[in-house]
């Protein structure tokens, strides 16, 4: 499975973004798909997953009401709508693949492929 995450930029704080991740493959329905982030000096940090069929969704709490995960299988591709963006959002975003067939998991330990990431920065 090969991810590339695409959307990142410069944004002033209050306005939003959207992450794009196309992945390959055929079975991309059956894959929980989630973002990560990670910011200079600290450790890469859960964002959000979403289950193969769309139907089932986590947030990390710093980011719930602000951030939504959504998938469009017919495209390969999943989301990341960020709204009300904080300087604290900056960071640069990953989006992960699981393909062990589970239910959803926020540890990064269980994704098995990751995209180069993009960058995500937010000025106040």
């Known amino acids: 499975v090969q991810l590339q995450a695409s959307g990142g930029g410069l944004v002033q704080a209050g306005g939003s973004l959207r992450l794009s991740c196309e992945a390959s493959?055929?079975?991309?329905?059956?894959?929980?798909m989630a973002w990560f982030r990670q910011a200079p000096g600290k450790e890469r940090e859960f964002v959000a997953v979403?289950?193969?069929?769309?139907?089932?969704?986590t947030y990390a709490g710093s980011v719930k009401g602000r951030f939504t995960i959504s998938r469009d299988n017919a495209k390969n591709t999943v989301y990341l709508q960020m709204n009300s963006l904080k300087p604290e959002d900056t960071a640069v975003y990953y989006c992960?693949?699981?393909?062990?067939?589970?239910?959803?998991?926020?540890?990064?330990?269980?994704?098995?492929?990751w995209g180069p990431g993009t960058q995500v920065t937010v000025s106040s």
């Open positions: 992960a693949a699981d393909r062990s067939g589970q239910q959803i998991e926020s540890r990064s330990i269980r994704y098995g492929y």
């Open positions: 979403i289950s193969g069929s769309g139907g089932s969704t």
């Open positions: 493959g055929r079975t991309f329905s059956t894959y929980n």
